[in-house]
């Protein structure tokens, strides 16, 4: 069974940068045609995909975040990244992470099999 599980800090300054890691177990990232993605939830909203690292390395991302997000990942360690930059109290969110074997096209947020619990990321000064 697949689990992941995000870290990072829980609390991010106005204008800093956002990082949080996804470690793997039961699966590997380099998977055929399995994407990994990041998906946040805002309080009283609903789920936002932002991005995503393929089995490959390519990377995807939502076009309303694309210049403020980087996702990596490190093979080594089963792991990947999120680094979201600039960020406001609007960026205040529950923040997942993902898998995704497509069926048909990626990025489908019911497409995807396994996710992290979760962590919230309070932006604030």
């Known amino acids: 069974q697949v689990q992941l599980q995000e870290s990072g800090p829980g609390l991010v300054k106005p204008s800093q940068t956002l990082s949080l890691t996804c470690t793997v177990s039961?699966?590997?990232?380099?998977?055929?045609?399995?994407?990994w993605s990041w998906i946040r939830q805002p309080p009283g909203k609903g789920l936002e995909w932002m991005g995503a690292?393929?089995?490959?390395?390519?990377?995807y991302y939502s076009p309303s975040l694309k210049s403020r997000t980087s996702i990596s990942r490190d093979t080594s360690k089963n792991q990947f990244t999120l680094q979201l930059s600039s960020v406001t109290p609007e960026d205040t969110a529950v923040y997942y992470c993902?898998?995704?074997?497509?069926?048909?096209?990626?990025?489908?947020?019911?497409?995807?099999?396994?996710w992290g619990k979760g962590t919230l990321v309070t932006v604030s000064s």
């Open positions: 690292i393929a089995y490959s390395g390519s990377t």
């Open positions: 039961g699966g590997s990232i380099t998977t055929n045609y399995s994407y």
């Open positions: 993902a898998r995704e074997i497509p069926r048909w096209g990626p990025f489908y947020l019911d497409g995807m099999d396994y």
